[in-house]
């Protein structure tokens, strides 16, 4: 049986995201401010099934993001020339991964992290996963793992959590289900735009992306 999101990560797919990406930008620019950090969103195939590589954050690391569900990434470097720049080091920092601007297909919208900081997220195609070699850094990484695009794409993996402030609905955030760990948060935040622009006509966003932070967190949630 073929794969059914074997096309995804095709050249002609390529073509289509890096167009998209690239007209948005455009669309953007005057308006976008720059970011404080970002992350990249690692595409890649695993034993030739497009997926999304993720990593959990190791607890070495304290604070609020320790232990989380993530893609490489970090803050801003003044060294670092764009938000493409910071997430090509943060990578290779985080995995070991020496990655090249071709590999790049473009940036997604600016999100808000838990501290209203923007963060650009960069969408790139590792390639076939059984060809790298990864060495995570202990301090920064505690776990690798991949989800195949199938799996995200089906609606059984597809949760949300509802928000609610001073006893009132607030706003809905996705959840991705059934895999080794939950993605959560602004992680699932960008793996939802990223599915909407790989597969449009298969998935589309079910939340509102939030153009700033929340303050705090809400003091009420319910799962759907």
Sequence with gaps: MAEPCAGLLSSGS??????????????????????????LVPLCSVRGRPALLFTLRSRRLGGPHSGDVSFPGGRRDPADGDAVATALRETREELGLELGTPSVWGQ????????GQMVAPVVANLGALEGLTLTPNPDEVEEIFTLPLAHLLRE???????????????????????GPHKVWGLTAIITELTLEL???????RKTHVLARSPSGRPPEGSSA
């Design 14 to 39: 390529e073509r289509r995201c890096r167009a998209r990406l690239a007209a948005a930008a455009a669309a953007a620019a005057g308006r976008r401010g720059a970011a404080a950090a970002a992350v």
């Design 108 to 115: 997604l919208r600016l999100l808000p992290d838990r501290q």
């Design 156 to 178: 059984e993996n597809q949760g949300y959590t509802h928000f609610r402030t001073a006893g009132r609905y607030g706003y809905t955030l996705p959840v991705f289900l059934n």
């Design 198 to 204: 790989l597969a449009p006509d298969r998935y589309r």
